[in-house]
Structures are given as structure tokens and as C-alpha cells.
């Protein structure tokens, strides 16, 4: 037995989650060559079924790329603080990946390990993620080798496992996914296989050794030369959460923000003095492998990576980590 | 998505008093001559309005395009750059490279929908008094009926259709040819590495075994010239480098610019009929010119309008220009992969990395990337070889080509000049023509 939903009647709920004020994000095609999860004003602009990973991640819904956390006013010698007297809209996201749902519990260590941050945490609290299960994996998908899946149910509220006939097997994995489907889905005697999703294509925890022990190893720097450094691995993964303060304002007030930062830039480890520890392209390349199959692991328990692909789908030297992992687990 | 905590940026907007609202007029004015002509209207006792705020700067060839889109920025309702009429620069030839400068920076703002009617230029020398008056009078009065101006707030339309290109796709079956000339410099000891593209991405082969790692098909993409610039890459001692008749370009730019020393690198061309992408269609440089070494024979392309795709976007309101240009750059995460990919970004630093003045704001807030990609976008005019690497290599999909093509129109109609074409030729920025034409300027 399993609850199921048409096609259709999705649309439909997601029109009315609009009408009802939430914002709702999902696959859209932004571009003649883009297909991003971004807000969308009508169910129509959806893409469900699009066989292709989206380029970005779903992470900026809930760590946007540049959030403002207080401001702050300046009158004589002193400085006022204002917090942020937001409301936070409810969000849906439709047709999250399994891979970019994942990617959730994982950021919510880091997140949450010393200080609780709130911005993070409310805007987790205050989104349903919907997710649909894979039909079609390509050359850069490795779910499966970092302990996922096509239909892992992990960081969804719900999974919707698609039938193929314009209908889905509705999972609802939380109380929130159970809220949002409640009267809407049917009842039936029909369950929907998965699919199976890609081989397993890399070892991480012969990464981790690799990152740990042949730290000064050449290979690095082989395997570095085509990197340009344009650190779109970093904005799109789903994972990747560093981030730079910054104070936005003049003589009279401004606010303090937080934005994106990516560690393959070479401004990201600068020091005042003109020194930069980490100075060649191989360096920040290393970092990237390193700090997600070793630092994370030896803090978190579980690998900074959920096999999306999209570092190495889109990067425009043909590098990224399922092509750096993958010599590593196979030499 | 920008931001989630709706709070409003802390520039306060201070244009509205209790006396109603009033433009704000930013004047960039020279030292010598229009800061004088100034000085004389006051001490004529001309009246002019106090709504002008004049920055007086060295000489109008000083005026970096940034600060008058940071005008902008801070909520200018309009701005008026003037100087000194030509042949009267105080330094020679000032206001000539200004000149030439406005009217491509002009094209360029216009393409993105800016007001142009609140974007003023004019020569005034420090005798013209009157002629200052009399200008402030009419900006004013102009920008007044025109109201206030929230500059990145557009019209929102749908996304355009471009008219579809042909995408032509050649054949690669000289890919043997290129092996074998690969293995044959690295043998020879002619080159110390290879620089080219293999199955992945690009390649740097240095043993001449490892020749067959170069291949020759429609994904060879990648524009080789920006590795040359790289410390890890140069290290690698004398270099050949694979090219395609486009990225062929880039290394007439980079010498040029003295970049590279075309005696030190040997040049592969790849005659290429096509890589089965839109910036194929067309081209004109199928075979390469100034290779050390041509591998195969490409049939000329069939001619085509190259600029058409402009037409689409010329063809909306200039506030539906905007909203089209808004909605593309709020989805920019500034990660910079345009400008890393691009062979023509080679700076140690560039300048949305300086803090120290701040020119461009450093987060991807909707001002800030209108800075940062008209920055990205001007610093390419004349130099921009049309290899499309910033938009392939864009994670949002942002149409940066469109913002090269209007300064690559600009610079052919306006100066008779393309990018690339003659590496001994005098670059567009940085050289003039007395005979240079500027309508515009009052």
C-alpha cells in the first residue's frame, strides 16, 4: 500500500502554497543554458522531470549567499545594533534532489556544533523539502558512494518516487511532509521502484587516508594544473558553507552581512602582511578534497560531500571532486 | 535570491527634505578647464541651481567609469562629466582618451537599460561661465521633469528568444595530425610542455609518450591562453600551446599587451569548422592565422549578422532592458568564474579584490553586481575576442556575452576596430584619433 499523487494534483498544491503566501523554489530554466532552483511565481515554470541536475544547490534557502544579520547606526561615539526584525516567510522546495536534501543534516553540524546560529536555523525550521526521487543519473552522479541514493529519504520531509506514468509514490519521511500532503494524496495498492543509481565510483575512506598521509604528495600539483581557481565547485555544492563578514554602510550606519566564500579563491587565505598560506592553485585544490574526506569526518563522523556532481558536471576545466576522488581510490 | 531579512541597506536616502524632493546632480568635472569655468560663473554671479555637487577631478582622461556608476549608486538622479574642449587638454590628450572611452561606456549602459537622457557630457573651458550655467540650468530642469531615479529598478519581462545560430560542428579527424606534431616538439626538445585539451579538460603534456593524451573534438572548448599567465604553468618551461583560430585572438591581444613574448611560445592551430556551440556561427577565423604550425584546412564560414542577437534586446523599453539585466545579475554569487576563466583577466589583483578604496561593494547585492559586471564588461572593451569562456563558465547562467557583443559592436561601428584581429595594431583603449566622433558631448 502506498500514498500517491498525479502530477497534476502537484501542480496544483503548489499554486496553492502561492495563493497561501509561501514562497515556493524549485528546478527552473533561467537561461538558454541554465536550469537553477530559484523562486517561482507559478507552478508552471516548474521542471520536474528534467533529466539534468540542476547547476546550483538548494543551501541558499536556507544559507543565502548574502544574508544581512543585523544593522547598525551610528550617532556621535556611539553605535546602535538593530536586530533583525524579519518574518520569515514559509518555504517549500519542490523538486530538491535526494542528493541536495542530504546535504541539509550534514550542514546542520557545522551549523549548530559550538554556536547555534540563528539565521540558519529558523529558516531550516521554517521550510518543507520536497523531494523527487532520480529516473536518470549521469557521469558525475556518485550518491552511492558517499552512502546515498537516488531515493534517500535523508533531509527530505517528503520523497516523491516518480511512477513514470505522471504520477508519484508520495514518502512522507517527517511531520512537516505528512502536513503538507495531508487529503491531498490517494490511497493505492501500487509501490514504485526506484531507481538503481550510478556504480559505486569512489572509496572515501581511502580519500581520507590519501588527504591525511600524502599531504605533500605531487599529486596535488599534477592534478591541480588545469584549475583556474574560479570557484564555482564551491557555490554550487550543496555542502560548501564558508562564508565572509562584511560591513555594508557609510559614515552614518550599514549593516553587517554574511556572503559566500569560496576556499578555491586566492583572496580566501590572504593575510594583511601580502603572506598567503596557501598560495598556488594545488594548494586550495588540496584543501577542498582534504577538508571534506578528512577535516569533516574527524569532527562530524561523515564525509562534506553527498555525490551530486556538480563540481565536476560544471566545472569548466573538467576537474572537480569525483574526478580528483576517483584517481585517488583507483591508483 | 538576495538576503532573506528584509532589512534595507543602511544608505540613508536623504533626496527627499521637508522642502519636497529635489535632484541630485553629480558633476565630474577637470580641474583645468571645467572647474574653472565653474569658479567663473560664481564670480560672474551667474545663477545656476545648488542641486549640482561638482567632483573635481585632475582631468576628464582621470575619470574611471566606476565612480559614475558609484553616482548612480548613491542615488544620483543624473551626472554630467565635463572637461576641457578638445586640443586644449591640459595634458596633451586627456579628454581624447575620455572621449573615446564615453562613447563606448555610453553603448554599454545603454544595453543595459540605463536613463541615458540623465547622463550628460560636455566641453567647457574655464572662460565658459556662462555656458556652465546654462547647462546646470538645463540638467536640472531636465531632471526634474524626468523625477527621481531608482536606477536598477526595471520593468520585469520574460526571458527573450535569441534568434537561433547555426551551430556548426566541423569535423576533428585530424586529431592524429595534432599527436603526432605534439610528440615530435616534446621529442625534439623544441618545447618543454604541450599545452592543449584531453579527454577531460584541458591537458599539459611534457613527456612525448604521453602525446596521446591531447585530443581534437567538439569539446575543446577551453580558451588555452589563460593558463600562459599562470605561475604554475610558466614554470613549466617553453610552451606550445594548442589553439583555435577565435582563441588565436586572445594571444594577439596578450601580445599587444605585452603579455607574452611570441618568440618564447609556439603556436599550434587547429583549423576548426565548428564546436557545435552558438559562437561558432559565422566566424571568421576558422583558420588560424599566426600559428607556428597549421593542422588542417577549414572551409570560410557562411557570413552572417553576428550582432542580431543585440537587436532582440535593443528592441525593449530601456526599462525593460533593466528588469531584464536585474533579474540575470541577482542571481550572480560573484564567484568570479568569469573573470578566471577569461584570458584577458590576467591582473595580480583585481579590483573588486581592493578594499582599500572600496570602488565596487563586495557583496552580491543587487548595486553590487551592477558594479562589478559593468566593471567585468568595460575593462574587456577592445580586448574581448568573443570566446564565450565567462558565459560557459557562468554557474547562473547570466548572458555575459551579450554585455561583450554590444562593446564589440560598438568598437567595429565606431572605431573600425575588432579585438584580436592584428596583434601590431594600436589598442582601442589606451591609444585616440583626433578624428574620433562624439555627437553627444555638448
Known amino acids: ?331 | 535570491m538576495s538576503g532573506t531579512n528584509g532589512f534595507e541597506p543602511g544608505v540613508p536616502n536623504d533626496r527627499s527634505s521637508s522642502l519636497g524632493w529635489e535632484p541630485k546632480i553629480i558633476a565630474f568635472v577637470c580641474n583645468w578647464c571645467t572647474y574653472l569655468g565653474a569658479d567663473l560663473a560664481g564670480t560672474s554671479r551667474l545663477e545656476y541651481p545648488s542641486n549640482i555637487r561638482i567632483l573635481r577631478l585632475p582631468c576628464t582622461g582621470r575619470i574611471d567609469f566606476n565612480l559614475l556608476v558609484k553616482a548612480f549608486e548613491m542615488k544620483a538622479d543624473a551626472i554630467l562629466v565635463s572637461g576641457c574642449h578638445p586640443g586644449d587638454c591640459h595634458y596633451n590628450a586627456g579628454n581624447y582618451h575620455a572621449r573615446r572611452r564615453w562613447t563606448l561606456f555610453r553603448d554599454l549602459l545603454d544595453l543595459l537599460g540605463f536613463d541615458m537622457r540623465r547622463i550628460h557630457f560636455s566641453w567647457i573651458s574655464a572662460a565658459e561661465g556662462k555656458k556652465f550655467a546654462q547647462i546646470v540650468n538645463e540638467i536640472t530642469d531636465k531632471t526634474r521633469e524626468l523625477g527621481p531615479y531608482n536606477v536598477y529598478q526595471g520593468k520585469k519581462v520574460p526571458y527573450p528568444t535569441f534568434p537561433e545560430s547555426m551551430m556548426p560542428l566541423g569535423d576533428f579527424s585530424t586529431e592524429p595530425e595534432l599527436r603526432a606534431t605534439a610528440r615530435r616538439l616534446l621529442s625534439e626538445g623544441k618545447v618543454q610542455v604541450v599545452i592543449g585539451w584531453g579527454a577531460r579538460g584541458p591537458v599539459f603534456v611534457t613527456k612525448p609518450e604521453d602525446a596521446d593524451k591531447l585530443v581534437w573534438n567538439k569539446d575543446c572548448l577551453t580558451n588555452l591562453a589563460a593558463y600562459l599567465k599562470r605561475k604554475e604553468i610558466t614554470v613549466l618551461g617553453k610552451a606550445a600551446i594548442v589553439v583555435k583560430g577565435c582563441d588565436e585572438r586572445s594571444l594577439q591581444v596578450l601580445q599587444q599587451e605585452s603579455q607574452i613574448e611570441r618568440e618564447n611560445l609556439y603556436v599550434i592551430g587547429m583549423a576548426c569548422e565548428g564546436l557545435g556551440v552558438p559562437k561558432c556561427a559565422g566566424c571568421q577565423v576558422r583558420q588560424p592565422r599566426f600559428a607556428d604550425e597549421v593542422i588542417g584546412e577549414a572551409k570560410p564560414a557562411e557570413e552572417i549578422d553576428h550582432y542580431a542577437a543585440l537587436d532582440v534586446l535593443m528592441a525593449m523599453q530601456p526599462e525593460e532592458r533593466m528588469g531584464f539585466w536585474a533579474e540575470q545579475f541577482d542571481r550572480c554569487v560573484r564567484c568570479y568564474a568569469c573573470r578566471q576563466v577569461c584570458p584577458n583577466c590576467y591582473c595580480e589583483q583585481c579590483i573588486v579584490d581592493k578594499n582599500r578604496p572600496q570602488e565596487i561593494p563586495q557583496s552580491p547585492t543587487r548595486e553590487g553586481n551592477f558594479a562589478w559586471q559593468i566593471a567585468r564588461a568595460f575593462h574587456q572593451v577592445g580586448r574581448c575576442v568573443g570566446c564565450g569562456e565567462c558565459t560557459r563558465a557562468c554557474p547562473a547562467g547570466i548572458d555575459l556575452w551579450a554585455l561583450n557583443l554590444v562593446l564589440e559592436r560598438s568598437a567595429e561601428k565606431d572605431f573600425g576596430y575588432k579585438a584580436g584581429m592584428d596583434g601590431a595594431a594600436e589598442p582601442l583603449i589606451g591609444s585616440f584619433s583626433l578624428k574620433d566622433q562624439a555627437e553627444f558631448i555638448r
Open chain 1, 1 to 331: 500500500m502506498s500514498e500517491i499523487i498525479s502530477k497534476d494534483e502537484l501542480l496544483r498544491c503548489v499554486d496553492e502554497w502561492l495563493a497561501a503566501g509561501k514562497q515556493v523554489a524549485g528546478p527552473k530554466q533561467v537561461s538558454w543554458n541554465r536550469v537553477l532552483y530559484t523562486p517561482v511565481q507559478a507552478s508552471t515554470e516548474l521542471l520536474l522531470d528534467a533529466a539534468t541536475h540542476p547547476v546550483n544547490s538548494i543551501k541558499e534557502f536556507f544559507f543565502p549567499k548574502h544574508q544581512k544579520l543585523y544593522r547598525y547606526e551610528i550617532q556621535g561615539n556611539d553605535v546602535h545594533f538593530i536586530e533583525s526584525p524579519e518574518k520569515l516567510p514559509d518555504q517549500v522546495i519542490v523538486g530538491a534532489r535526494p542528493c541536495d536534501a542530504a546535504a541539509l543534516p550534514i550542514l546542520d553540524h557545522v551549523f549548530n556544533w559550538d554556536y547555534k546560529d540563528t539565521q540558519y536555523n529558523d529558516l531550516r525550521a521554517a521550510t518543507t523539502i520536497v523531494a523527487v526521487a532520480c529516473t536518470s543519473h549521469d557521469d558525475a552522479c556518485f550518491c552511492t558512494s558517499v552512502g546515498l541514493s537516488p531515493y534517500a529519504e535523508r533531509g527530505s520531509d517528503a520523497v516523491l518516487v516518480p511512477f513514470g506514468d505522471g504520477t508519484y509514490e508520495v514518502r512522507c519521511v517527517t511531520d512537516k511532509g505528512k502536513a503538507l500532503f495531508a487529503g491531498k494524496t490517494k490511497t493505492s495498492d501500487r509501490t514504485a521502484t526506484a531507481h538503481e543509481g550510478p556504480e559505486v565510483k569512489i572509496d572515501p575512506a581511502k580519500v581520507k587516508e590519501f588527504a591525511r598521509d600524502r599531504f605533500n604528495d605531487p599529486f596535488w600539483k599534477e592534478h591541480a594544473l588545469a584549475c583556474m581557481g574560479c570557484g564555482m565547485c564551491a557555490c554550487n555544492c550543496p555542502t560548501c558553507h564558508c562564508f565572509d563578514i562584511v560591513d555594508e554602510g557609510n559614515i552614518k550606519g550599514g549593516y553587517r552581512a554574511r556572503n559566500w566564500d569560496s576556499c578555491q579563491q586566492q583572496v580566501f587565505t590572504l593575510h594583511a602582511s601580502g603572506h598567503n598560506p596557501r598560495g598556488s592553485q594545488a594548494e586550495r585544490q588540496r584543501q577542498r578534497v582534504y577538508h571534506k574526506f578528512h577535516v569533516y569526518p574527524e569532527k562530524f563522523g561523515e564525509v562534506l560531500c553527498t555525490g551530486c556532481g556538480n563540481c565536476t558536471r560544471n566545472c569548466p576545466a573538467g576537474l572537480g571532486i569525483l574526478t580528483v576522488t576517483s584517481e585517488i581510490s583507483h591508483a
